[in-house]
Structure formats: C-alpha cells, structure tokens
C-alpha cells in the first residue's frame, strides 16, 4: 500500500464507516431479541401478549453513552482527545447493545418452555417467505457481525488499514471487461427473479447488505477505488445503486407475498391497507415536513459536499474523460454502439413511445394496484430489465468503469490517460464478403450491405410473425394482432441494445448496415 493509502483521513473516515455499520448491525440484533417481528399481512388474532421487553437500564446506558459521544465531538477542538473519547464512547455503545441483545435473547429462550403457547414473542412471517426463524440464532449472529464490525474499526482508527488482498483485487479487475460486468448484471437480475422467495426473505437481504458494507469499507482503502468512488460528482450515483437496490428488493418482497396469499384464496397486502385518509391535513402536513427536512439535507449536503468545479472551458481544450451528466450517461454508453441519430434520438423516441404505449398493448387486467409477479410475469420482467439492465447498469458503467478515452476500467484499477486497447472495428459486410466469402466487398452499396439488411428484415420482420405464432399466440387472441404486434416489435427493439453491445464487444462489430446516413 502506498502512503497515500493510509493517510489518517482515510483512515479515521473508515472508522467511523465501521462504526456505523456496527450500530446497525447491533440495532438489527436488538430488533430480533426484543421487538415485535410480525411481518406484513400475518394473523395476530388470539396470540398471547409480548413479554420481550427492551431493558430500560439499557435505554439509559446509550442515551448516556451515545449522548456523550455527541457532545464529546463538537468539543473536540476545546477538549483534548475529543474525537477519540466520542468514538470510544459510541463503540462501547455499539458493543454493549450487540452482547446484551444476544444475552436476553438466550435468556429468553432457556426461560420459556418448549412447548409454549404461539404468542407475540415469536416471529411470525410473511406468507410465502418460509417459516419463523430463530430469533436466539440471528440475534447472535447479528451481534458478532456488530462486534467484528466495531473491531474493524477500532482497527482503523489505531492506523492500522485493512484492504482487499492485492491477489483479489487484481482478480476483480481481469473480470471486470465490459461484457463481464453486462452480462453479470443481467444474470443477477435474472437470478433475482427466479429465486425472488429466497431474496425477499429478510434474513437473505440484511445478509447481502452486509456483505455490501464489508467489500465497499475494505475496497475504500484502496486508493484508485476511493478517488473514483468518493468523487462529488459520482457520491449521488452510489445512493442511487443503494435507493434502486432497497426499493426493487421492498416490491418483489410484497410481490412474493401477495402471489402466495392469492395462490391459498387470501387477500392481498393492498386489500388489508384499505384505511383511508384525507388529504389535509393528513398528508399534505408529513409532505410540508418532508420537504423542509429535504431542504435541509440539501444544504447539509451542498455545504460538505460541494459541487466540484473546474478550470473555465478552453476551446481547444476538453476534459478526459468528457462526461455527459448522470442522468445522459445512459445514452452517452449508446453512443458507442450506436450512431449519434439512433443513440441520441431515436432510440429515447422509441423509449418514450413504447411508455406511452403500454396502456394500450397491455391486455392484462390482473395485478392492477397491488404487487405481483405470477399475474403479470412480462410486464415485470420487461419493465424491470430496461429500467434496471439497459438504463441503471448503463449509468453505473459509465460512471465508474470508463475512464480517459473512454476507456474501460476496473474498479481497482489506475486511471491512465495513456492506455492503448487496440480495436479492430468491423462491419457485417467485412464479416460476410472478406472473411466468410474471402472476396472484396461489391463497390454498389445495396449489394455490399446485403446481408445486413437482409438480417435487419428477419430480425424486424419474419421474427415477429414467429413469435406471434407460438410464444405470444395466447396474448394474440387476448389482445388482438394489431397491439400484439407493436408489443413484439417494441420488445425486439429493446433486445437489440444488448444484442448489439454484445456483438461489439466479442466480435468489435461497429455498424450492421454501414450506409451514410443509415448506420446501424
């Protein structure tokens, strides 16, 4: 490691992440050994009350300790050690809640008989998410994870810095190739999907989110890695993966749920939320609160975070990496695979057009108001697999993974404005003509770009009819040819901003058609 790797704000930053991490890992444990875990839609009828009880002597030793902890920081500038004696109190916070959590838990469990009644004191789930788990066990389990957080911390703050072992991140970075990091995400979406039981289960997704905090700490020590990643610039895309993961993982949860509630002839979440309110003042007043509190977060944010700002623009002079805002970094990517008039206005044209089509194609009527997958597995999956593969991915991609000259990075790799990757860009007609046929390419434009056209017609034209005919035939008969078709159409375009990539990436095939001013 370098000394630039070790520096003592690197270091103390780390520590107060891990401090935190332990706070949460030990406020999880808490929750298991003395909350109420009764999960969404469970029956609480003629169940016993709840006897857990979080311990009042314990609710004052952390007022007392976290509440000197805060004051014992802004003070550090008067008060010798301040910074320490805050940290040290909120660490023996943190611990103290993980053991005593897991001591009441195993308390709890020697005390109660085993053939005790169901009452509030169990874990109730969810339907469709498994049975209860055991809260001795997790509580445990979550309180190490707390201790061995904490310690890591401790580790930090005493400069002593942890990172990935060099092996692993140079392993990381060979694996890292464009087509390796698209093709991984789309294969976790799918995996998400298809066992969606597994990770709508609580248990399975506090378990990843560990895993995230542990490799993003130790991957923060490493100096290429933070330089990218703690940028001003790009601390709002790392919220934005962490916002989209919560929220698609909170909708596929209550989909799980309600799929297995409507499969046993039960109502779903949606129908036992039936409570209605007014608007005012009942939510026009947490809206005024919300938006002050936002407010405020902004200005917190902006004042210790500010906007980086550069040299005044040269003309003949460009940034390297020249990067389009977050929001364009989506069609920025296209643009390398695509040209200018398909990547920047086509192709969101089609976007916009295939959103406001989907009211009109969409012939289902089941899963309206309420979460689901069984009753609109298309809907979701191509809803999802845009959102997520084709415009999330794609800004994550950009953001992190391509450097100067647009080239691809690893995570743990250098950004050297002076890497070469040699490309040998091809067309499909030096594909077919040169390589295949081994002849030169025709001089008449319409014959050398025959086979491009003539792929373009059955991917756009005789596929459809096909797919009509057998995987769409049932939604043909429900919607009618007509909305059919444009469904299978918009879809086939969707698929082929993969499709397309991935042929660049393993055959460096630039344009299928090569035509001025018709380059696809």
Same mark, same amino acid.
């Given at each position: 490691?370098?000394?630039?790797?070790?520096? !003592?704000?690197?270091? %103390?930053?780390?520590?107060?992440?891990?401090?935190?991490?332990?706070?949460?890992?030990?406020?999880?444990?808490?929750?298991?050994?003395?909350?109420?875990?009764?999960?969404?839609?469970?029956?609480?009828? =003629?169940?016993?009350?709840?006897?857990?009880?979080?311990?009042?002597?314990?609710?004052?030793?952390?007022?007392?300790?976290?509440? &000197?902890?805060?004051?014992?920081?802004?003070?550090?500038?008067?008060?010798?050690? =301040?910074?320490?004696?805050?940290?040290?109190?909120?660490?023996?916070?943190?611990?103290?809640?993980?053991?005593?959590?897991?001591?009441?838990?195993?308390?709890?469990?020697?005390?109660?008989?085993?053939?005790?009644?169901?009452?509030?004191?169990?874990?109730?789930?969810?339907?469709?998410?498994?049975?209860?788990?055991?809260? +001795?066990?997790?509580?445990?389990?979550? =309180?190490? /994870?707390?201790? /061995?957080?904490?310690?890591?911390?401790?580790?930090?703050?005493?400069?002593?810095?942890? /990172?990935?072992?060099? !092996?692993?991140?140079?392993?990381?970075?060979?694996?890292?190739?464009?087509?390796?990091?698209?093709?991984?995400?789309?294969?976790?979406?799918?995996?998400?999907?298809?066992?969606?039981?597994?990770?709508?289960?609580?248990?399975?997704?506090?378990?990843?989110?560990?895993?995230?905090?542990?490799?993003?700490?130790? %991957?923060?020590?490493?100096?290429?890695?933070?330089?990218?990643?703690?940028?001003?610039?790009?601390?709002?895309?790392?919220?934005?993966?962490?916002?989209?993961?919560?929220? +698609?993982?909170?909708?596929?949860?209550?989909?799980?749920?309600?799929?297995?509630?409507?499969?046993?002839?039960?109502?779903?979440?949606?129908?036992?939320?039936?409570?209605?309110?007014?608007?005012?003042?009942?939510?026009? *007043?947490?809206?005024?609160?919300?938006?002050?509190?936002?407010?405020?977060?902004?200005?917190?944010?902006? /004042?210790?975070?500010?906007?980086?700002?550069?040299?005044?623009?040269?003309?003949?002079?460009?940034?390297?990496? %020249?990067?389009?805002?977050?929001?364009?970094?989506?069609?920025?990517?296209?643009?390398?695979?695509?040209?200018?008039?398909?990547?920047?206005?086509?192709?969101?044209?089609?976007?916009?057009?295939?959103?406001?089509?989907?009211?009109?194609?969409?012939?289902?009527?089941?899963?309206?108001? *309420?979460?689901?997958?069984?009753?609109?597995?298309?809907?979701?999956?191509?809803? $999802?697999?845009?959102?997520? @593969?084709?415009?999330?991915?794609?800004?994550?991609?950009? +953001?992190?993974?391509?450097?100067?000259?647009?080239?691809?990075?690893?995570? *743990?790799?250098?950004?050297?404005?002076?890497?070469?990757?040699?490309?040998?860009? @091809?067309?499909?007609?030096?594909?077919?003509?040169?390589?295949?046929?081994?002849?030169?390419?025709? %001089?008449? +434009?319409?014959?050398?770009? $025959?086979?491009?056209?003539?792929?373009?017609?059955?991917?756009?034209?005789?596929?459809?009819?096909?797919?009509?005919?057998?995987?769409?035939?049932?939604?043909?008969?429900?919607?009618?040819?007509?909305? &059919?078709?444009?469904?299978?159409?918009?879809?086939?375009?969707?698929?082929?901003?993969?499709?397309?990539?991935?042929?660049?990436?393993?055959?460096?095939?630039?344009?299928?058609?090569?035509? !001025?001013?018709?380059?696809?």
């Amino acid at each position: 490691m370098t000394p630039q790797d070790v520096n !003592p704000d690197v270091l %103390s930053g780390l520590a107060w992440y891990f401090l935190l991490a332990s706070g949460l890992n030990a406020a999880a444990a808490a929750h298991v050994a003395h909350g109420r875990m009764v999960a969404e839609g469970a029956d609480v009828a =003629g169940l016993a009350p709840q006897t857990r009880r979080f311990p009042d002597w314990l609710r004052a030793a952390l007022a007392v300790l976290y509440g &000197a902890a805060i004051v014992a920081l802004p003070l550090r500038g008067w008060l010798p050690g =301040g910074t320490m004696l805050g940290y040290l109190l909120a660490a023996s916070g943190n611990v103290l809640l993980a053991l005593t959590a897991a001591a009441d838990a195993a308390r709890f469990a020697e005390r109660r008989p085993a053939d005790a009644a169901p009452s509030l004191d169990d874990h109730l789930p969810a339907v469709g998410l498994g049975g209860p788990i055991n809260r +001795t066990l997790w509580t445990v389990v979550w =309180g190490l /994870v707390a201790v /061995v957080f904490q310690v890591m911390g401790l580790t930090y703050l005493l400069a002593a810095p942890l /990172v990935l072992p060099t !092996p692993v991140r140079a392993w990381v970075d060979a694996l890292s190739g464009p087509t390796t990091f698209f093709l991984g995400s789309a294969l976790l979406f799918a995996a998400a999907l298809v066992f969606r039981r597994a990770f709508a289960n609580g248990l399975v997704a506090f378990g990843a989110v560990n895993l995230s905090i542990l490799a993003f700490g130790l %991957s923060l020590a490493d100096v290429d890695f933070r330089q990218i990643v703690v940028k001003p610039d790009n601390v709002p895309i790392v919220g934005l993966i962490v916002l989209v993961a919560g929220f +698609t993982w909170l909708a596929l949860r209550r989909a799980v749920i309600n799929d297995a509630r409507r499969a046993r002839g039960m109502p779903v979440l949606e129908q036992l939320e039936m409570e209605r309110v007014l608007s005012w003042p009942d939510l026009v *007043y947490p809206q005024l609160i919300c938006a002050v509190g936002l407010t405020l977060f902004l200005i917190v944010w902006a /004042v210790a975070l500010p906007a980086p700002l550069e040299q005044p623009a040269k003309a003949t002079e460009a940034p390297n990496p %020249s990067k389009a805002p977050w929001y364009f970094l989506g069609l920025q990517e296209m643009l390398v695979y695509f040209d200018p008039w398909l990547a920047g206005v086509a192709i969101p044209v089609l976007i916009i057009v295939g959103l406001c089509a989907i009211p009109y194609i969409d012939a289902n009527k089941e899963g309206v108001g *309420y979460y689901t997958v069984a009753d609109r597995p298309f809907a979701m999956v191509a809803f $999802l697999f845009g959102f997520l @593969v084709l415009w999330v991915v794609l800004i994550v991609l950009g +953001t992190f993974l391509r450097g100067p000259n647009w080239n691809f990075f690893g995570p *743990y790799e250098r950004w050297d404005p002076h890497k070469v990757v040699p490309l040998n860009n @091809v067309d499909l007609s030096d594909l077919v003509w040169i390589r295949a046929l081994g002849r030169a390419k025709p %001089s008449w +434009t319409l014959i050398r770009e $025959l086979p491009g056209l003539t792929l373009l017609a059955l991917y756009l034209v005789v596929l459809p009819v096909i797919l009509l005919r057998t995987l769409f035939k049932e939604y043909v008969a429900k919607a009618g040819t007509a909305r &059919a078709a444009v469904a299978v159409v918009l879809l086939l375009l969707m698929a082929g901003l993969p499709l397309k990539m991935i042929l660049r990436w393993t055959l460096n095939l630039k344009y299928v058609v090569a035509i !001025p001013g018709f380059n696809i």
